[in-house]
């Protein structure tokens, strides 16, 4: 019988970047069963230990879930399996109701995070109305990981409409937003194992920086929060004086600090320290790729990032979120702007003065990789001319000499400090505000 002989074949798994491209296909498949054949090539993701001499193209026929090689004929059967996530018994059905004030948290439309198998996901915090509902930032994710380890010679292999598939899913793919806590299961010290060899490096460093404050109790313990710098303090210092060395002759003696604090939240510093060393392991295993940041600098401390009063709260506990942005620039693209010099994020369309005149600005950490030349309203970074599946990691104002920087991805940034500060010509209320 068919499954006598179905159960006695032996299955091999195919790696990752082909798993994910013939589900596409059994996807598209089930919606038209007319799509059921797939051209795959194999030769730089397996190497035959037989009947090398057969190469390694293949038909895939989904409809009898068969594999045959192109040139030799030689047919194979093939294997899908599903896993199904099972129902909370509590609640009845698969995911819970979205709670009523989803939409809008604080004023902000923050939006659904759409979960596939394998993603890792750092929680940021859960939902102030129903704890069944998180808030988190995408750490790894294995489509768009392994869209970009596909060559141009194995995209030219690929049919056109997973081609299309995959683009869309890495132009709309969201790094951040909301999601049931039902559908996931905590990363347990296996899962990070298979993060960090799936990132080609050794376990994350997700420990807090040595400079940060511990709880007053005299335990290790790292608390959130804003911790103000004493002016007397090296750290103070660096701060205020790379600040300072940013800013237009003209802004020096005009613009007077009232304080700099630290942004301590681990949830967010861990988010982008996983983001970092896995650009900077893809760097210096594929250092030929950089195409445009020649010196291969991937992490810039500091960038600047002027804001209001009202976002810095937000900030600080979730991050650059995307959907805040295009609010005062989207000449580069529609990602979070970031500034080489202070005197660029000082201008109050981006610094919007308090009544008082007192101005907000961030000084980050960023993960600019790989840059291009930036687009109005572009929502990712242009595709690598060697890959068209792998995007650039950020868009800048001039790719020989950036001073505008702008990122996609929400774990791509840490707010390190918060500047206050006055301008001494500042207006109070009459002062104009960004639209």
């Not at 819970?96 to 596939?116: A, K, M, Q, T, Y």
């Not at 790894?140 to 056109?160: C, H, K, M, V, Y």
């Not at 790379?242 to 802004?251: A, E, K, N, Q, V």
């Amino acid at each position: 019988p068919e499954s006598e002989r179905l159960a006695e074949t032996q299955f091999v798994a195919y790696n990752r970047e082909i798993s994910t491209l013939i589900e596409i296909g059994w996807q598209d498949y089930q919606k038209n069963p007319e799509d059921s054949i797939l051209e795959i090539e194999l030769s730089s993701n397996v190497k035959k230990k037989q009947n090398a001499h057969t190469g390694a193209g293949f038909e895939l026929n989904l409809q009898e879930l068969k594999q045959v090689n192109l040139k030799s004929g030689n047919a194979r059967r093939i294997q899908r399996e599903e896993y199904q996530l099972q129902p909370d018994p509590k609640q009845g059905h698969l995911l819970p109701p979205l709670p009523p004030s989803f939409d809008e948290i604080n004023g902000d439309h923050l939006g659904l995070l759409p979960l596939r198998v394998g993603q890792l996901i750092k929680v940021v915090r859960e939902h102030p109305n129903d704890d069944s509902w998180a808030y988190g930032n995408v750490l790894f994710d294995p489509l768009t990981e392994s869209a970009g380890n596909i060559d141009n010679r194995q995209a030219s292999q690929i049919d056109d409409k997973i081609k299309a598939t995959i683009m869309d899913a890495m132009e709309l793919r969201r790094t951040s937003g909301w999601f049931p806590k039902i559908a996931t299961e905590a990363a347990d010290a296996g899962v990070m194992k298979s993060l960090a060899k799936n990132m080609g490096t050794e376990m994350p460093s997700l420990g807090a920086p040595s400079n940060w404050d511990t709880a007053s109790n005299g335990s290790s313990r790292v608390m959130d929060g804003l911790y103000p710098l004493r002016e007397e303090s090296q750290e103070y210092q660096c701060a205020k004086d790379y600040f300072r060395s940013t800013l237009h002759p003209r802004d020096r003696d005009a613009v007077e600090i009232t304080s700099i604090r630290r942004v301590q939240n681990m949830s967010l510093w861990q988010s982008y320290t996983v983001k970092l060393q896995t650009m900077q392991t893809t760097q210096k295993e594929h250092p030929g790729t950089y195409t445009n940041n020649l010196k291969g600098q991937v992490e810039r401390k500091w960038l600047f990032h002027g804001t209001e009063a009202d976002n810095i709260q937000k900030i600080n506990q979730q991050g650059f979120n995307r959907s805040f942005s295009g609010r005062n620039a989207v000449a580069f693209g529609g990602g979070v702007y970031f500034a080489r010099d202070a005197s660029y994020s000082m201008d109050p369309a981006y610094a919007v003065p308090d009544d008082d005149g007192t101005r907000h600005m961030f000084m980050c950490r960023v993960a600019v990789g790989d840059w291009c030349r930036g687009n109005h309203g572009q929502r990712t970074p242009d595709p690598k001319p060697y890959n068209s599946f792998e995007l650039y990691d950020s868009t800048v104002d001039d790719v020989i000499n950036p001073s505008v920087f702008v990122v996609y991805h929400d774990a791509q940034a840490y707010p390190e400090y918060l500047l206050t500060f006055r301008r001494t010509e500042d207006a109070r209320p009459e002062q104009s505000r960004a639209s």
